[in-house]
């Protein structure tokens, strides 16, 4: 069975850049058609795509996002890694990984994505 387990470092200063990890077990990074997200919770907000890493290495970036973010991966750690640059009070939230059989573009309903990890809360603050 598949496990997602995120973790990060819980306080960061504004304008510096986060950088949070995703480690799977039960599964291999790079084995067929899965693909990646990350996905998060602002306070009093509704859950908010960022974006996503395909087993080929290709990703995919929500346009809000897409020039602070990247998303890379380490195979031999199986981890999936965000990056998030420049981060402000507004990127606090609870941050999620999940995996799923089809691309999710924008997608952040639970049900679709068949794994997720249980979360990583983030707060920016100096």
């Known amino acids: 069975q598949v496990r997602l387990q995120e973790s990060g470092p819980g306080l960061v200063k504004p304008w510096t850049t986060l950088s949070l990890a995703c480690t799977v077990s039960?599964?291999?990074?790079?084995?067929?058609?899965?693909?990646w997200s990350w996905i998060r919770q602002s306070p009093g907000k509704g859950l908010e795509w960022m974006g996503a890493?395909?087993?080929?290495?290709?990703?995919y970036y929500n346009p809000h996002l897409k020039s602070r973010t990247d998303i890379f991966r380490d195979t031999s750690k199986n981890q999936i890694t965000l990056q998030l640059r420049s981060v402000t009070p507004e990127d606090t939230a609870v941050y999620y990984c999940?995996?799923?059989?089809?691309?999710?573009?924008?997608?952040?309903?639970?049900?679709?994505?068949?794994?997720w990890g249980q979360g990583t809360q983030v707060t920016v603050s100096s």
């Open positions: 999940a995996r799923s059989t089809k691309l999710l573009l924008g997608v952040t309903e639970r049900a679709p994505y068949d794994s």
């Open positions: 890493i395909a087993t080929s290495g290709s990703t």
């Open positions: 039960g599964a291999s990074i790079t084995a067929n058609w899965p693909y």
